[in-house]
């Protein structure tokens, strides 16, 4: 679905991401796991083309999608959540999702201010849209909670219904499971694998392992921006570069 | 709550118009007909920078630069090129917008703080322009004999009041407009920017364009109010375009409440009152209201209207929760003043 061929991004003499290449499974859980400072987020933005690469290729779905600004990669499908997410907190939780469609809608200033019957449909489908995500979510009982009142599970819960708002093929998610509990993180990987059963693919970056070992399909393994490791949980649990760079030192690593 | 509603929906913006309709009534005198007409048309410039600043998160400081630069445009048109008044009226807006597009541009390539220093730069670079460029704008003699609005059909604006109820159309028209589109998607989409910017990209909204659109839209606003304003007043010094206009707008958006719809209106028709009746105190009075305002963005930081609406959007939300989800989904959307 995603094909990403020597991939490279260089801040100064600083390679964040250095000749990467893999490929995004359509239909899969891919996961990126690595040690902090890996690139795990640079790579990401680089997809979401909020960077832009400094060589190498991404094709999505056959499209060259490099020179793409982040609101046009989008378009194409790729929706992405945030380790925070920047939700208006005055307003309720289905005030804040119903622009999630509005990339799919095309009213203009012209409509707005004749009231077009575009513009009522546009609006029309953008609350459809928003509820839709918040029932998949299993949020629908909090649409009209103050976005601000809500906890830091359902704030995560909330940006995956954002991003399935925009109708996305692929999800990048970055690490959906940080700072919330136990408990709460099996939830979230349910949700997770909901998606994959709706037809989505998604591509998550998270640093709790169990959590990875038991939701991926496949796990690249980033550290000091280059690829390390690739394939199912087993293999790459069993690799002896990725006990050493990373499930070796483990215990090291302050809990995200 | 039923009740309170009514009166945040058309009904509580009829009142509102009502008062303005019966306001040159109760006071019956041309002073005070002049202060709230000024008041007026500061409300609509203020209206404008509440989209791009309230609404869209862009904290422009160069809004008075704009409102001079309708202002000139309307003033120089009318007395050293004899157009008349309302094609030079017209000419204003597209002169503004005209001026915006490319100062928009690539101000508002700049994020947060560094787009306000920015725009305050360009704010201050049309002032100068103004008030150096002699052969245009007269310099600091500025522009006098500004013909006042000629009339439309059998409307004329010879009068303090004729000319209260001409300004009074135009901030009723400029609110009717300004509330569809900050209740529409649009809004909605400059609002997720304000929220932030990542994520509105993320979700497939290009931030230049949908800035450039909210900041056009703002200075078209701050131009129409300027030509009101040469209209209104008949002079025009190169004063009009400096910060301290911006920054005394800026105060009644803050007052009033920034990204809500009233707010700034309220601001704007409120504080020039309170400094009026403080004006026996001259220069002291920045002594009475300057706490007076800190205080107000330390315990209100979303001001008088975003306070009241912070407040009842909880008490909505709390009212909401024992009900089955079905029912709370037929309920009206949570309404923006």
């Given at each position: 679905?995603?094909?990403?061929?020597?991939?490279?991004?260089?801040?100064?003499?600083?390679?964040?991401?250095?000749?990467?290449?893999?490929?995004?499974?359509?239909?899969?859980?891919?996961?990126?796991?690595?040690?902090?400072?890996?690139?795990?987020?640079?790579?990401?933005?680089?997809?979401?083309?909020?960077?832009?690469?400094?060589?190498?290729?991404?094709?999505?779905?056959?499209?060259?999608?490099?020179?793409?600004r982040t609101d046009q990669v989008?378009?194409?499908?790729?929706?992405?959540?945030?380790?925070?997410?920047?939700?208006?907190?005055?307003?309720?939780?289905?005030?804040?999702?119903?622009?999630?469609?509005?990339?799919?809608?095309?009213?203009?200033?012209?409509?707005?201010?004749?009231?077009?019957?575009?513009?009522?449909?546009?609006?029309?489908?953008?609350?459809?849209?928003?509820?839709?995500?918040?029932?998949?979510?299993?949020?629908?009982?909090?649409?009209?909670?103050?976005?601000?009142?809500?906890?830091?599970?359902?704030?995560?819960?909330?940006?995956?219904?954002?991003?399935?708002?925009?109708?996305?093929?692929?999800?990048?998610?970055?690490?959906?499971?940080?700072?919330?509990?136990?408990?709460?993180?099996?939830?979230?990987?349910?949700?997770?694998?909901?998606?994959?059963?709706?037809?989505?693919?998604?591509?998550?970056?998270?640093?709790?392992?169990?959590?990875?070992?038991?939701?991926?399909?496949?796990?690249?393994?980033?550290?000091?921006?280059?690829?390390?490791?690739?394939?199912?949980?087993?293999?790459?649990?069993?690799?002896?570069?990725?006990?050493?760079?990373?499930?070796?030192?483990?215990?090291?690593?302050?809990?995200? | 709550?039923?009740?309170?509603?009514?009166?945040?929906?058309?009904?509580?913006?009829?009142?509102?118009?009502?008062?303005?309709?019966?306001?040159p009534l109760i006071v019956g005198?041309?002073?005070?007909?002049?202060?709230?007409?000024?008041?007026?048309?500061?409300?609509?410039?203020?209206?404008?920078?509440?989209?791009?600043?309230?609404?869209?998160?862009?904290?422009?400081?160069?809004?008075?630069?704009?409102?001079?630069?309708?202002?000139?445009?309307?003033?120089?048109?009318?007395?050293?090129?004899?157009?008349?008044?309302?094609?030079?009226?017209?000419?204003?807006?597209?002169?503004?917008?005209?001026?915006?597009?490319?100062?928009?541009?690539?101000?508002?390539?700049?994020?947060?703080?560094?787009?306000?220093?920015?725009?305050?730069?360009?704010?201050?670079?049309?002032?100068?322009?103004?008030?150096?460029?002699?052969?245009?704008?007269?310099?600091?003699?500025?522009?006098?004999?500004?013909?006042?609005?000629?009339?439309?059909?059998?409307?004329?604006?010879?009068?303090?009041?004729?000319?209260?109820?001409?300004?009074?159309?135009?901030?009723?028209?400029?609110?009717?407009?300004?509330?569809?589109?900050?209740?529409?998607?649009?809004?909605?989409?400059?609002?997720?920017?304000?929220?932030?910017?990542?994520?509105?990209?993320?979700?497939?909204?290009?931030?230049?364009?949908?800035?450039?659109?909210?900041?056009?839209?703002?200075?078209?606003?701050?131009?129409?109010?300027?030509?009101?304003?040469?209209?209104?007043?008949?002079?025009?010094?190169?004063?009009?375009?400096?910060?301290?206009?911006?920054?005394?707008?800026?105060?009644?958006?803050?007052?009033?409440?920034?990204?809500?719809?009233?707010?700034?209106?309220?601001?704007?028709?409120?504080?020039?009152?309170?400094?009026?009746?403080?004006?026996?105190?001259?220069?002291?009075?920045?002594?009475?209201?300057?706490?007076?305002?800190?205080?107000?963005?330390?315990?209100?930081?979303?001001?008088?209207?975003?306070?009241?609406?912070?407040?009842?959007?909880?008490r909505q939300s709390v009212a909401?929760?024992?009900?089955?989800?079905?029912?709370?989904?037929?309920?009206?959307?949570?309404?923006?003043?």
């Open positions: 679905m995603l094909e990403i061929k020597n991939l490279t991004k260089r801040f100064g003499g600083n390679a964040a991401v250095n000749d990467v290449s893999t490929v995004i499974e359509r239909g899969k859980i891919n996961a990126i796991i690595g040690p902090n400072g890996a690139g795990k987020t640079t790579f990401f933005n680089l997809i979401g083309g909020v960077i832009k690469p400094t060589s190498g290729s991404m094709t999505f779905e056959g499209l060259d999608i490099v020179p793409l989008a378009c194409l499908g790729v929706a992405r959540t945030f380790q925070t997410t920047t939700l208006f907190d005055m307003a309720t939780v289905l005030d804040n999702l119903i622009v999630g469609h509005r990339l799919r809608t095309r009213s203009g200033l012209w409509d707005v201010l004749t009231g077009s019957k575009r513009l009522m449909q546009d609006e029309r489908v953008c609350r459809e849209k928003a509820r839709a995500a918040l029932d998949f979510v299993g949020l629908a009982h909090l649409e009209n909670r103050i976005a601000g009142d809500i906890t830091q599970e359902e704030r995560k819960r909330v940006a995956f219904a954002l991003a399935l708002a925009t109708e996305p093929k692929l999800v990048l998610l970055d690490e959906p499971a940080g700072g919330v509990n136990p408990e709460e993180t099996v939830g979230l990987a349910a949700l997770i694998r909901k998606m994959v059963a709706h037809g989505l693919t998604v591509c998550l970056i998270e640093h709790k392992m169990d959590m990875i070992m038991s939701l991926a399909d496949k796990i690249l393994v980033l550290n000091y921006g280059e690829k390390i490791a690739e394939g199912t949980p087993a293999e790459v649990r069993a690799n002896p570069a990725v006990i050493d760079a990373y499930l070796g030192s483990e215990h090291d690593e302050i809990p995200a | 709550m039923m009740f309170l509603r009514l009166f945040e929906g058309r009904l509580g913006w009829g009142l509102l118009l009502l008062a303005g309709l019966l306001f005198n041309d002073y005070h007909l002049t202060v709230m007409s000024t008041a007026y048309i500061f409300a609509i410039a203020t209206l404008g920078l509440n989209l791009i600043t309230g609404y869209t998160g862009q904290f422009n400081l160069a809004h008075s630069g704009f409102m001079a630069l309708g202002a000139y445009t309307l003033g120089i048109l009318t007395v050293d090129h004899q157009v008349p008044f309302w094609i030079a009226f017209a000419l204003s807006g597209v002169v503004t917008v005209a001026l915006g597009l490319p100062l928009g541009w690539v101000s508002l390539r700049l994020r947060g703080h560094y787009f306000s220093i920015f725009t305050l730069c360009v704010g201050y670079i049309l002032f100068l322009v103004i008030e150096k460029w002699e052969g245009l704008t007269h310099g600091t003699v500025g522009i006098i004999g500004i013909p006042a609005p000629a009339a439309i059909g059998p409307l004329t604006f010879d009068t303090p009041l004729k000319l209260y109820y001409l300004v009074l159309a135009f901030l009723v028209l400029g609110v009717w407009v300004m509330r569809r589109i900050v209740n529409s998607l649009m809004g909605r989409t400059f609002m997720a920017i304000r929220n932030g910017d990542e994520l509105a990209q993320a979700l497939g909204i290009n931030l230049m364009r949908n800035k450039l659109v909210a900041f056009l839209l703002s200075v078209l606003y701050a131009g129409w109010s300027g030509a009101l304003y040469a209209g209104f007043v008949r002079f025009l010094g190169p004063d009009l375009a400096s910060a301290a206009h911006s920054f005394d707008m800026t105060m009644y958006m803050l007052v009033g409440g920034l990204g809500t719809l009233l707010g700034p209106l309220l601001g704007a028709l409120m504080v020039p009152w309170l400094t009026q009746y403080m004006q026996f105190l001259q220069e002291y009075r920045f002594l009475i209201f300057g706490p007076l305002l800190i205080l107000l963005v330390i315990f209100m930081p979303h001001g008088i209207v975003g306070s009241w609406l912070g407040w009842r959007a909880r909401a929760k024992p009900v089955a989800p079905t029912v709370t989904a037929a309920k009206p959307e949570v309404r923006r003043a």
